[in-house]
Each structure stands twice: as C-alpha cells, then as structure tokens.
C-alpha cells in the first residue's frame, strides 16, 4: 500500500488541505517551491502512462482542482502542473499524483522550477 493510501485510508497523519470524494490535496513534505502541493487521487492508478479512458473525468478533475487551490494559494495563474511517469522521470510513490507549484518566479530554461 502507498504512502498515500494510507494518508487517503487515516492511517497516516497529513493536513488535508482540501478533499472531495474524488480526491485530496496536502502539501509536499519537500517543497521545491513556496507553494508546492500534491493532489491525488482517491482511485489508485499507478502512473499516467497506466489510464485508461474511463480516467480521463478524474483527471480533469485534478486539473481543476489544481486551479482552484492555485487561487486559494494566491499564485494566480502562475504555477506549473508536474506529473511524473516512472522511476526514470523521477516518480517515487507509484499513486499518480500532480505536483502543483508556484509562489516565486520561474526560471526561464528550466521545466522543474
């Protein structure tokens, strides 16, 4: 079980910044940013390249989701959405989840911020 089934499920502690019955937010425990939030999915998918059509409503939830908490986070419309796909990309919990980042100015020839 993933850590964050377990953050999902109550059996680790985590400041849920936000929940639906689709999915959570909380913050990152190592931020990259000044904002750097991490929203997850209740359904457990591995990773994007393992969706399947029947995901694609979910996602657009995430999507949305990341929006509303870039505005409540105050970061307006500048922020970066980051998903990571496999252990060569830098994925190290396989529960698909989007990083949400933001709250200082991005480097311009850089895409991790």
């Not at 639906?20 to 937010?25: F, H, L, N, T, Y």
Request: proline letters at 4%.
């Amino acid at each position: 079980m993933s850590v964050f089934e377990k953050i999902i499920n109550g059996e680790l502690p985590a400041k849920k910044l936000y929940e639906d019955d689709q999915c959570i937010v909380i913050a990152d425990a190592h931020p990259q940013m000044p904002v750097h939030l991490l929203i997850i999915p209740r359904k457990k998918i591995t990773m994007l390249s393992t969706i399947d059509a029947g995901d694609a409503p979910l996602l657009g939830h995430l999507l949305h989701v990341a929006t509303k908490m870039a505005q409540q986070m105050d970061i307006g419309d500048a922020f970066r959405i980051v998903i990571n796909n496999g252990e060569n990309a830098g994925q190290t919990v396989f529960h698909l989840h989007l990083h949400l980042l933001g709250g200082k100015r991005f480097r311009e020839n850089t895409l991790a911020g």
